[in-house]
């Protein structure tokens, strides 16, 4: 069975750090992408980040960009998301997701092979003015 089981996250202060991780089983870690969903209070789940873990391209939306990387550790099939310089609107549940190929062009994300099954149980970052 596929499984992505999410860690990290928690408490943080704005402007410091915090990084989740999502380690994947069950499928070829190396031939898929992983993607980062956040979901803020009161607001509509939204795609923030993405690596292929094929060719380690990596994509951010514009809010994220020069803030967050996204990395993958293929010995440990786990990807991270390092977040820095957090503000109080990085606040929200994040999730992960395999998908077969994941891009971000002109403000629009390309999501192939996105699954309903393969998804992190989701960890909440909160980050306090």
């Known amino acids: 069975d596929v499984q992505l089981v999410q860690s990290g996250g928690g408490l943080a202060q704005a402007g410091r750090s915090l990084r989740v991780s999502c380690a994947g089983s069950g499928f070829s870690f190396g031939a898929y992408a992983i993607g980062w969903f956040r979901q803020a209070p009161g607001k509509e789940r939204e795609m923030v980040s993405c690596?292929?873990?094929?060719?380690?391209?990596?994509y951010y939306s514009e809010s994220l960009r020069g803030r967050f990387t996204v990395s993958s550790d293929s010995t440990a099939n786990t990807v991270h998301l390092q977040m820095n310089s957090l503000k109080p609107e990085d606040t929200g549940v994040y999730h992960c997701a395999a998908m077969i190929l994941c891009s971000y062009s002109r403000g629009e994300w390309r999501r192939v092979g996105l699954r309903s099954d393969w998804w992190g149980q989701g960890t909440q970052v909160t980050v306090a003015a």
């Open positions: 690596i292929n873990t094929r060719d380690g391209s990596t």
